[in-house]
């Protein structure tokens, strides 16, 4: 198990662009594949984009995809989420997600992913 940390959220005008970041802290860490979802009330937390073990696995939403980029620092146990050209729909609260899997395998279900963050809020205005 691995307690996750996001930071980097915020407030951005249209067009404007966010780093979240999302620290780890436990030894699972290196067997960790890694997911961000967002949640807007009243609606099902969405999957935005998830990473593998080694990094060389990303996958997107049709929604962020060419906008948003995964990556990872596995020396510094963080996931990070580059977000560019933001736009109001974007706003929402976004969780990063860790779950244990093989080396090149990268979750895209919530139900999948065992350990969550506790939320930054992205807020993107028009």
């Known amino acids: 198990q691995v307690q996750l940390i996001e930071s980097g959220g915020g407030s951005v005008q249209a067009g404007g662009s966010l780093r979240l970041s999302c620290v780890a802290s436990?030894?699972?860490?290196?067997?960790?594949?890694m997911g961000w979802f967002r949640h807007v009330p009243g609606l099902a937390r969405e999957f935005v984009a998830a990473?593998?073990?080694?990094?060389?696995?990303?996958y997107y939403a049709d929604s962020v995809k060419g906008r948003f980029t995964i990556s990872r620092d596995n020396a510094k146990n963080t996931v990070s989420l580059q977000m560019n050209t933001l736009k109001p729909e974007d706003t929402a609260v976004y969780y990063c997600?860790?779950?244990?899997?093989?080396?090149?395998?990268?979750?895209?279900?919530?139900?999948?992913?065992?350990?969550w963050g506790q939320g930054t809020q992205v807020t993107v205005s028009s």
């Open positions: 997600a860790g779950k244990s899997t093989i080396l090149s395998y990268a979750p895209r279900q919530a139900s999948e992913f065992a350990d």
């Open positions: 990473i593998s073990r080694s990094g060389g696995t990303t």
């Open positions: 436990g030894r699972a860490w290196s067997r960790y594949s």
